[in-house]
């Protein structure tokens, strides 16, 4: 192996910090589409656990398909499939839109069995002592939903900001799409990639660990209580 | 520009063999580094349980496609290059191989530790150990969710697509280019997947519950 590794071109200003800037934009992507994924599933597992028949059967069918094809494939329905029915979208636009409706298709998953691990008898309580059914929901079930459903979640972000470098095929603003500007402009395919590999797992491993502290410390409380 | 034909569907659907065969692979290259991830990610002494540990780590703290290119890549900075093909099978079978060992890890685990013990006081060493008396038994807890990982699986080969590899995805862009009905022809790779995944997951869940209900006994 003769090859000479060229780090320090990738390293200057210009080339790091269009990565970091792709970093910042992947973040903010998989936040937004994170809490956008945590509203819609809220009120889809809400839905699918007792909504009408035809919701539950709905979502039930909407899940099944986002879960069981590639994310790949439904980015590309979204921004080269839809213009031709009329709906176009610019690649940041159809990169939000197919994360969130990723994401919500697993956010339900977690949400649902939240919602299912608190005991009936809480709903009959809350009942009992004159919620109404949306109250309860929200003042009961919930909050005792979210702490089991806090670790999934977690997870959940993590596999939604790694599985966000797909969106790069269609060049929205991420850091895989500044990784291959970069790439293509230096030269450096392996140095540049290398470098991109080790702030993804970085930051992957820095909000495990402030997962693994929220968690610890919600349930230190829950324990006091 | 030309019109969609049913030849061109008929393109579609041969594409998925390749999908079929990529995904097979990946699984076998996936499960020997899985077992040998499992197997030390629960040995006894410390350094292979940190190396495992380490695997795990990094290939379930990055983004595949970034997996798929540093092996791309890497393969011409040692000389070899290895194309979309053998990149692609290699770089899933890394990628499936630290999620497998992490699900059969916890199969392993599950086996109750009285088993292990017993078999080596017995006299067993830990080869037979393993292969005769915990592995059976894991196999029992591991099928559900390996099944169930078998679906992402075959979902992430779309990725070797980008590589330029011709599997589902990438013979569905080759045709929207020539034919441009993106709807119709993603729709229709979308159809596909769901059609190989579906049963798998569906599969996955009925595993699951019998072995719940087995343990309900």
Redesign the interface.
């Known amino acids: ?1 003769n ?1 000479i590794f060229q780090f320090g071109e990738i390293l200057k200003p210009v080339n790091f910090d269009e990565l970091l800037w792709g970093m910042l934009s992947t973040l903010r992507l998989s936040a937004e589409s994170m809490v956008l994924s945590l509203a819609f599933a809220i009120v889809g597992a809400m839905l699918r656990t007792s909504g009408p028949k035809w919701a539950q059967a709905l979502i039930g069918a909407y899940v ?2 986002i ?8 980015i ?2 979204i921004f ?6 009329g709906l176009r979208l610019d690649a940041n636009g159809a990169a939000l839109v197919a994360m969130v409706l990723n994401g919500s298709a697993y956010t339900i998953e977690i949400v649902r069995a939240g919602i299912e691990s608190i005991s009936a008898g809480q709903m009959d309580a809350a009942k009992a002592i004159g919620l109404r059914p949306l109250q309860s929901f929200r003042l009961v079930v919930l909050p005792q939903a979210l702490k089991v459903m806090l670790a999934p979640l977690g997870s959940q972000f ?1 596999l939604l900001m ?2 966000s ?2 969106v ?2 269609v060049s929205a603003d991420e850091l ?1 799409a500044a ?1 291959q500007d970069v790439q293509s402009r230096t030269f450096r ?2 140095e540049t ?2 470098i ?2 080790v702030i ?2 970085v930051v ?2 820095l909000f ?1 660990a402030a997962f693994a502290l929220i968690d610890r410390w919600a349930f230190a409380k829950a324990e006091q209580r | 520009m030309r019109t969609l034909t049913f030849s061109d569907i008929e393109f579609l659907v041969f594409a998925v063999r390749w999908t079929l065969l990529l995904s097979a692979l990946a699984f076998a290259g996936g499960g020997i580094i899985g077992l040998i991830i499992a197997l030390m990610r629960t040995a006894r002494s410390l350094l292979p349980r940190y190396l495992a540990i380490a695997y795990i780590r990094v290939f379930q703290g990055t983004p595949l496609l970034l997996q798929l290119f540093l092996v791309f890549f890497g393969g011409d900075l040692i000389g070899l290059s290895l194309g979309p093909w053998l990149s692609a099978m290699l770089g899933l079978s890394l990628n499936a191989g630290a999620f497998l060992g992490e699900i059969w890890r916890g199969a392993i685990q599950g086996v109750s530790r009285g088993q292990r013990e017993a078999a080596r006081s017995l006299g067993l060493g830990y080869g037979p150990t393993m292969l005769f008396i915990v592995l059976p038994q894991a196999l029992r807890l591991a099928v559900a969710p390996t099944v169930g990982f078998m679906v992402n699986l075959v979902k992430s080969t779309a990725l070797a697509s980008i590589l330029g590899f011709v599997e589902l995805v990438r013979a569905g862009q080759l045709l929207n280019n020539a034919t441009f009905r993106p709807f119709l022809i993603f729709s229709t790779v979308a159809v596909i997947y769901f059609v190989i995944c579906w049963p798998l997951t569906m599969a996955s869940r009925r595993l699951e519950a019998r072995l719940a209900q087995a343990y309900r006994r």
């Open positions: 192996m090859y099944e398909i879960r069981n094809t590639p994310f790949l494939v439904q590309f329905m080269f499939g839809l213009p031709t029915i993590i790694l599985n470098s797909i790069s095929v895989m990784a395919p392996f990639y290398i991109v590999f993804y797992f992957s491993m495990q």
